[in-house]
């Protein structure tokens, strides 16, 4: 049969612009081969070029196609972390308008994507990531007047920053006895590059103190 096939090809040229089909008659490809495929001989190649651009993969229906190495990796192991400030007590944060927070532990973080000393989580691989943040502040907080809340914040690549999810209010009190709810949750799903960052601001006239076992993020990559 291959034979046949290099003969065909050689003699009539016209054919390599055609779909070709072995063992099916209705080729969607340009070589469509229904059944096993065997390569006697592939030399060996010490280039770290032919394995990070170069990988051969095959999908369900058959059909191989190339990619990255890197791409291979991401794939299979998605982004995906949960953190927070620990179980027990409470953690101060500077605000004075908006302050940036930074959280103290991880329960899990399957890509290293979050960085603790910095606050910052930096996507990897391009893709829609779904995130959540919830925030349970002290006593002392529902005290203060303005707006008292958390956000979202994206910033690309080439610098240019955008808040993506806001849960801000301010705090009512009622014959001298404050009604607001002492959570502000929020979250949403946005679009990441490689190289694009997500961080989390507290917003507050002052210093902001949360209840630590009450408040954490989560950042998941669902595509």
Do not use: C, W
Request: glycine share 8%; aromatic share 8%.
């Amino acid at each position: 049969i291959m034979k046949n096939l290099i003969f065909f090809l050689l003699f009539f040229p016209f054919i390599g612009y055609s779909q070709i089909g072995i063992g099916t008659e209705t080729p969607t490809r340009t070589l469509d081969i229904n059944g096993d495929l065997r390569i006697r001989n592939t030399p060996a190649t010490t280039r770290e070029s032919a394995a990070k651009d170069s990988i051969l993969v095959v999908d369900l229906q058959g059909n191989v196609d190339r990619t990255t190495s890197q791409q291979v990796i991401y794939s299979h192991f998605k982004s995906f972390v949960r953190g927070n400030f620990g179980t027990s007590g409470n953690t101060s944060i500077p605000a004075s308008g908006t302050g940036l927070m930074k959280f103290s532990n991880k329960d899990f973080d399957l890509s290293n994507d979050y960085s603790l000393s910095t606050g910052v989580f930096t996507a990897k691989i391009a893709g829609i990531y779904h995130i959540n943040i919830s925030l349970k502040f002290a006593s002392s907080v529902l005290s203060l007047t303005g707006d008292v809340g958390v956000a979202i914040q994206k910033t690309t690549l080439a610098g240019i920053t955008a808040t993506k999810a806001k849960a801000s209010f301010s705090n009512i009190a009622v014959l001298g006895i404050n009604v607001s709810p002492p959570t502000r949750t929020t979250e949403t799903i946005v679009e990441l590059n490689p190289g694009d960052t997500i961080t989390f601001l507290v917003i507050g006239p002052s210093t902001i103190t949360v209840v630590n076992e009450e408040t954490f993020f989560s950042i998941e990559q669902v595509r």
